[in-house]
Each structure stands twice: as structure tokens, then as C-alpha cells.
């Protein structure tokens, strides 16, 4: 079951945008997000707003759906007008956009250009499940305009893609990968996933050496959550399976970077490796550094210079405000100075590139001494007025946060 949205404010019906966010747009950088809520199948562990045929009801298909945003497109034109400078960077993510044909996903980015136009060297990518693209999908992504790819192939051992409920052979993601590299993209990440109820240390150590193996330049690996609502949480609550161990979690992250970085690529972001500047996922930067972004599609959410605002979650009813004339957003909320601080301080402490001592708010700069004498921070780095991670603080990175916080 997809998660709930936020409380907030009702959202103009108009879409607009209060003056002072128009005024600030783009200061950081402006992208967009394209939500696209479609999946062959609902893996267990899931809980994003995403919708097999069988839960999807009338209303919204896959044939109509690029059409459908389009219509959103034509809307945050006419909001912002000339008030975001050009999108540096475009993703799609879901679901399984790679559901949709590599057309109409090209279609929906030159409504982006033509709406917003797009940066010269703009960053276009895609999520793609692994059985959903073949080598003719990912020619005819790349000529129209994809220059990056996000795999999700979790796992190579096939009792933990079993527990996750996906529905990908052990062996597909790296194929997949090699198709990709064959079509021309430089760019190619891997999502993995750890601490799956069942996993053995083993089964990650070949996951990553697999994962390396491939040679792509980006590798993400993440902590299994067990999300309220799932079918995994469902089975966790039976005893069925047993809750993930924070421990195991740890393990598991220190095996992540003494394998990733052994093989050349180097944690920019907690949770995500890159060979060199060039392979970092520029869209998720302009998130973790408070840039703007438009969400379009059901669910999806938007921020521009402190507003924050979302969509409501069915497809069928995006497509029913969309075809009244009205914005489909459901809610909105205006932050204030100190929750832009705690989230900018929140997202940018788990960067490598880390964020200025002298941004740091109250007793933050007394807490970040104790924590670099704790070995949570980089001593070197915070001499020299930078707040960095060591690595056993980025296993206690919400920790770490609190404590600069208090």
C-alpha cells in the first residue's frame, strides 16, 4: 500500500506560486521529477504510490499518460513563466517508467525543453527495472535523448530477490548493464539493497563484486526498511520473517565501501558511490543541496524556493483535476527559516563534500567539536571549516544531526 501524504495547507486550484518563491526560484539550481506510477508487479517491501493494471482502475493508462503530463507541463509553464532558469537535470522515476515506450518518455522531455528549455549539457535519466528493457528499448532511449540509467537489481542471490518479491533472474541486472553501455550510455548505476530478512554475508559480498564487475561508474546500496502498510511488514508483524538487524545493517554498509572504493568508486553520499565527479547523480545533488525541482505526475512532490507542495496520489484522480482546468496538487506547506535549516542540515551533513562549520545554527559548532573528538567528524575537515563525516559517522549520520541540532 503506497504511503500516505503529508499535512499541509489545501493548494491553490490555479497552482500558483506565492511572489517570494518566485522570486527566489532556481537560486540553486531548477530540475524536474516525472512520477510515473506503473509497475508489472508490486515487490513486498514497496511502499511508493505506484499501481498494478489490476489496482488501477479506469481513468489513466499507460498509452495516454505522457499526454496526461503534458497537461501538467503546460500548467507549471504558465506558473513560474520565466522565473526558473533552465533544467539542468530530468528523472524518471516510479514505478517502472521503462513500462512506458522509450517514445513517449522522449516525448515527455521535449515538452520539458519546449516548456522550460533544457540546460546544453542537461542530465536525462531513467529508473528501469532490469526485465524491462532490451537492447533495442535502450537504442531507442538513448537516441531520444537518456544519458543515464538507474537499474534496480538489489541482489544477485536468488532467496533475497525471492524475499523482495522481485521478479528479475539473479543474472539480468548485469546484462542489462552491458546492454546499456552497447547503447551508448556513459552513465549506468546499480540500486542494491541490504539486511534482507534471510541474507548471508556472502550473498552481498557477490552482490557487490558482481555490481563492480559490470564496470559501472555509480553504485547505490541502501538499508532495507520494512515500511508500514507492505506485504513485508505483513510478514515481519506474522514472524514470518524476522525484523533486519541494525547490526547486520552496519556490517553490511562497511562491507559496501571497503569493497566499492577497493574497486575505484568513492562515497560522495551516504548511500551512493561514483567513480568521479562526472558519474554523481546530478539530480539527486540538486535534493541533498536544496535546489528547486517540479514533481510532475500523481503523488509526486515539488519544492521552489521554500514552498513544498504535492500531488494527489491516484492516477485516476491526477487525470480528473488535469482535465478540469485545475492543478492536481492536494497540498502544500510554506517553510519557515528553521525548517529549511534542520532539512538543509539534514541533507547536506551526509554529503562528502560536507557544508561550512560557519552554516551550522545555535550550539552547533560546539557540538560539532565534541563530535570530531568522538571520531564522527573529520578532524581535518572541520580545522579547515568543513563539516565531514568520518566513516563511523556516516553509520551514525541521524545521530550525528541530532546532536548538532540540539
Same mark, same amino acid.
Given at each position: 500500500?503506497?504511503?500516505?501524504?503529508?499535512?499541509?495547507?489545501?493548494?491553490?486550484?490555479?497552482?500558483?506560486?506565492?511572489?517570494?518563491?518566485?522570486?527566489?526560484?532556481?537560486?540553486?539550481?531548477?530540475?524536474?521529477?516525472?512520477? !510515473?506510477?506503473?509497475?508489472?508487479?508490486?515487490?513486498?517491501?514497496?511502499?511508493?504510490?505506484?499501481?498494478?493494471?489490476?489496482?488501477?482502475?479506469?481513468?489513466?493508462?499507460?498509452?495516454?499518460?505522457?499526454?496526461?503530463?503534458?497537461?501538467?507541463?503546460?500548467?507549471?509553464?504558465?506558473?513560474?513563466?520565466?522565473?526558473?532558469?533552465?533544467?539542468?537535470?530530468?528523472?524518471?522515476?516510479?514505478?517502472?517508467?521503462?513500462?512506458?515506450?522509450?517514445?513517449?518518455?522522449?516525448?515527455?522531455?521535449?515538452?520539458?525543453?519546449?516548456?522550460?528549455?533544457?540546460?546544453?549539457?542537461?542530465?536525462?535519466?531513467?529508473?528501469?527495472?532490469?526485465?524491462?528493457?532490451?537492447?533495442?528499448?535502450?537504442?531507442?532511449?538513448?537516441?531520444?535523448?537518456?544519458?543515464?540509467?538507474?537499474?534496480?537489481?538489489?541482489?544477485?542471490?536468488?532467496?533475497? #530477490?525471492?524475499? #523482495?518479491?522481485?521478479?528479475?533472474?539473479?543474472?539480468?541486472?548485469?546484462?542489462?548493464?552491458?546492454?546499456?553501455?552497447?547503447?551508448?550510455?556513459?552513465? !549506468?548505476?546499480?540500486?542494491?539493497?541490504?539486511?534482507?530478512?534471510?541474507?548471508?554475508?556472502?550473498?552481498?559480498?557477490?552482490?557487490?563484486?558482481?555490481?563492480?564487475?559490470?564496470?559501472?561508474?555509480?553504485?547505490?546500496?541502501?538499508?532495507?526498511?520494512?515500511?508500514?502498510?507492505?506485504?513485508?511488514?505483513?510478514?515481519?508483524?506474522?514472524?514470518?520473517?524476522?525484523?533486519?538487524?541494525?547490526?547486520?545493517?552496519?556490517?553490511?554498509?562497511?562491507?559496501?565501501?571497503?569493497?566499492?572504493?577497493?574497486?575505484?568508486?568513492?562515497?560522495?553520499?551516504?548511500?551512493?558511490?561514483?567513480?568521479?565527479?562526472?558519474?554523481?547523480?546530478?539530480?539527486?545533488?540538486?535534493?541533498?543541496?536544496?535546489?528547486?525541482?517540479?514533481?510532475?505526475?500523481?503523488?509526486?512532490?515539488?519544492?521552489?524556493?521554500? !514552498?513544498?507542495?504535492?500531488?494527489?496520489?491516484?492516477?485516476?484522480?491526477?487525470?480528473?483535476?488535469?482535465?478540469?482546468?485545475?492543478?492536481?496538487?492536494?497540498?502544500?506547506?510554506?517553510?519557515?527559516?528553521?525548517?529549511?535549516?534542520?532539512?538543509?542540515?539534514?541533507?547536506?551533513?551526509?554529503?562528502?563534500?560536507?557544508?561550512?562549520?560557519?552554516?551550522?545554527?545555535?550550539?552547533?559548532?560546539?557540538?560539532?567539536?565534541?563530535?570530531?573528538?568522538?571520531?564522527?567528524?573529520?578532524?581535518?575537515?572541520?580545522?579547515?571549516?568543513?563539516?565531514?563525516?568520518?566513516?563511523?559517522?556516516?553509520?551514525?549520520?541521524?545521530?550525528?544531526?541530532?546532536?548538532?541540532?540540539?
Amino acid at each position: 500500500m503506497p504511503s500516505a501524504l503529508p499535512d499541509g495547507e489545501p493548494a491553490p486550484d490555479d497552482g500558483r506560486l506565492p511572489e517570494s518563491a518566485l522570486a527566489g526560484a532556481g537560486e540553486r539550481g531548477f530540475g524536474v521529477y516525472v512520477h !510515473v506510477p506503473f509497475c508489472a508487479s508490486r515487490c513486498g517491501y514497496c511502499d511508493f504510490n505506484t499501481y498494478t493494471a489490476a489496482e488501477l482502475g479506469g481513468g489513466v493508462t499507460r498509452d495516454d499518460y505522457a499526454a496526461l503530463v503534458g497537461r501538467e507541463i503546460a500548467l507549471a509553464r504558465r506558473v513560474v513563466g520565466g522565473a526558473v532558469p533552465k533544467v539542468s537535470t530530468v528523472f524518471f522515476g516510479g514505478g517502472t517508467p521503462t513500462l512506458l515506450t522509450p517514445e513517449a518518455l522522449s516525448g515527455v522531455v521535449a515538452e520539458i525543453d519546449a516548456a522550460f528549455g533544457l540546460a546544453p549539457d542537461a542530465e536525462i535519466t531513467t529508473e528501469a527495472n532490469p526485465e524491462s528493457v532490451d537492447p533495442d528499448y535502450l537504442r531507442r532511449l538513448r537516441a531520444g535523448g537518456f544519458n543515464r540509467v538507474s537499474l534496480g537489481m538489489q541482489s544477485t542471490a536468488p532467496g533475497v #530477490l525471492a524475499t #523482495l518479491d522481485r521478479r528479475h533472474t539473479p543474472g539480468r541486472a548485469l546484462e542489462a548493464v552491458a546492454e546499456a553501455r552497447d547503447a551508448g550510455f556513459d552513465h !549506468v548505476n546499480l540500486d542494491l539493497i541490504y539486511g534482507t530478512p534471510g541474507e548471508r554475508p556472502e550473498d552481498f559480498a557477490a552482490s557487490l563484486h558482481a555490481a563492480v564487475g559490470t564496470g559501472v561508474d555509480h553504485v547505490s546500496a541502501y538499508s532495507l526498511i520494512v515500511e508500514d502498510g507492505t506485504a513485508l511488514a505483513a510478514k515481519v508483524r506474522r514472524g514470518d520473517l524476522p525484523r533486519p538487524s541494525d547490526d547486520v545493517a552496519a556490517d553490511r554498509y562497511l562491507m559496501a565501501e571497503e569493497v566499492l572504493s577497493a574497486a575505484g568508486l568513492t562515497w560522495y553520499e551516504v548511500s551512493n558511490w561514483a567513480r568521479d565527479d562526472a558519474a554523481r547523480c546530478r539530480h539527486n545533488l540538486l535534493y541533498w543541496t536544496g535546489g528547486d525541482w517540479w514533481g510532475f505526475g500523481p503523488g509526486a512532490h515539488s519544492h521552489i524556493a521554500g !514552498v513544498r507542495w504535492w500531488n494527489v496520489k491516484h492516477p485516476s484522480r491526477y487525470g480528473e483535476r488535469l482535465a478540469q482546468g485545475l492543478s492536481p496538487a492536494q497540498g502544500r506547506e510554506i517553510l519557515t527559516a528553521d525548517q529549511r535549516y534542520v532539512e538543509d542540515l539534514l541533507l547536506r551533513s551526509r554529503l562528502a563534500d560536507g557544508m561550512p562549520v560557519t552554516s551550522l545554527q545555535g550550539r552547533g559548532p560546539a557540538a560539532a567539536t565534541r563530535l570530531a573528538a568522538d571520531g564522527l567528524l573529520d578532524t581535518g575537515a572541520l580545522s579547515s571549516g568543513l563539516l565531514r563525516l568520518t566513516l563511523r559517522g556516516r553509520l551514525l549520520a541521524d545521530a550525528v544531526v541530532r546532536d548538532l541540532l540540539d
